[in-house]
């Protein structure tokens, strides 16, 4: 048995007298240093930033600036019988008008178009009725309603959409000021950090969930990709509400979630403030967006280009066509590796597009380039991409993705000449390079030249989305992933075994 350790403490006897003297000695001791500024006490507020307790203050802060929407819109009626199945019946059959007046009867005999329904979130960002919500809430809406957290209802005006970043921006007409909160700083969130969202999940009202930051800079499916990973429950009807950090700035708004049930599995995606702030400028401005645009075809540079290159390291942005516009009339040639654009060091093709976007058309920035081993600086005025290629003026060029390395396959981009040698015109999704025939890929019987159109279940257009949902499976614990080939124009579904 281990011998318990006894710790000997020798017994100080003070009179009373003295504890109060000594008390009050320490208390003016205090006093003085709080005076002088020497010590600090810590405030509730800063103690609930760091580790909240609750967050109903912060609910009571903001709950009323998020707001329910509903709209309405005109669908064709179906032709189809119960679960889209139309029997086949021979005409004259004494079945044909039994089934016909069955179908009117439910209200699928295609006689007159229905109205249909659906529900999302949003926001007040100013107190005369400027509302944020996403692209795909009000998409193709005849009416838009927007309940308040009081009960009360106001009809939305549709100002602007980009569906670009899935972001709407509405207008209402308030009799009296509303509760509005304004956007945060997205690019100073850490991943660890709290944050709260709030809509209306599943039609179910009002509705407030709290998580962390998971990760930062996601990108799904769009070239201006910014979004905060979260297991804040997001489930449908939460798109378009906001995502709040403690002091109730909205750094994102929800978007998305990865899920293989339709439901909250701990994975949400909100589009960063960063992004969306510019968006929502231009959209109270204009009523539109007006990106900046450069006009080259850029490619991430590797590690080897970048060895070629003598640079330092792999980041930059590769010229790889230089069409007719701004880029061209600035002197950029093929071969450039664009290093900054008006100030800001630029490590990827991802981040160029994002910079170059949030550039207001026609101003004149700096851009320096690295050019036969020199830096140089070029000047360039920036056109605008949503009206590039108007008038005969030269076309915007798509950014043409960098092949990856994933699950033994070796994927690019379908170019237009690929496209045509395999009979896939119309198709979107990426190409198999090659194939390493050591890996699941090559036993499953995938080949070069095969096009992957879905992963998961989920359209891609290029690499890096595929490397993006195969990276999120294995962080969800998934072992295989589902892909839909085609070869040859014959779709087929392949499952792939998720190795690290």
Partial sequence: MRPRAVARVKAISIAPQRVSRLRQAALFLATALLALGLITLQSPAHAQAARPDTFADLVDQVGDAVVNITTTSIVAARQQGPQGIQPMLPPGSPFEDFFNDFMNRNGQGGQAPRRSQALGSGFVISDNGFIVTN????????????????????????????????????????????????????????????????????????????????????????????????????????????????????????????????????????????????????????????????????????????????????????????????????????????LSFDGQDIQDTRELVRVVAAAPAGETVDMDVLRSGAVETLSVTLGRRETAGAGGAGRPEPIKPASVDVLGLRLGPISEEDRSDLAARGLTGVVIEAVDPSSDAAAKGLQAGDIVTEVAQMPISNPQEFDQIVGEARDAGQKSILLLIRRAGDPRFVALTLTD
């Fill in 135 to 338: 692209n795909h809430v009000i998409e193709g809406a005849d009416e838009i309603s927007v309940e308040f957290r009081t009960g009360e209802v106001l009809q939305a005006e549709l100002i602007g959409t980009d569906p670009n970043t899935d972001i709407a921006l509405l207008k209402v007409d308030p009799e009296s000021p509303l509760t509005s909160v304004s956007f945060g700083d997205s690019d100073a969130l850490r991943v660890g950090d709290w944050v709260m969202a709030m809509g209306n999940p599943l039609g179910q009202g009002f509705s407030v969930s709290v998580g962390v930051v998971s990760a930062r800079g996601r990108e799904l499916s769009g070239a201006y990709d910014d979004f905060i990973q979260t297991d804040a429950a997001i489930n449908r009807g939460n798109s378009g509400g906001p995502l709040f950090n403690l002091e109730g700035d909205v750094i994102g708004v929800n978007t998305a979630i990865l899920s293989p049930n339709g439901g909250s599995i701990g994975i949400g995606f909100s589009m960063a403030s960063a992004v969306v702030s510019d968006v929502v400028d231009q959209l109270q401005q204009f009523g539109e967006t007006r990106r900046g645009w450069l006009g080259v075809r850029i490619q991430d540079v590797t590690q080897d280009i970048a060895d070629g290159l003598s640079l330092e390291e792999a980041r930059g942005a590769l010229v790889t066509d230089v069409p007719e516009g701004p880029a061209r009339d600035a002197g950029v040639e093929v071969g450039d590796v664009i």
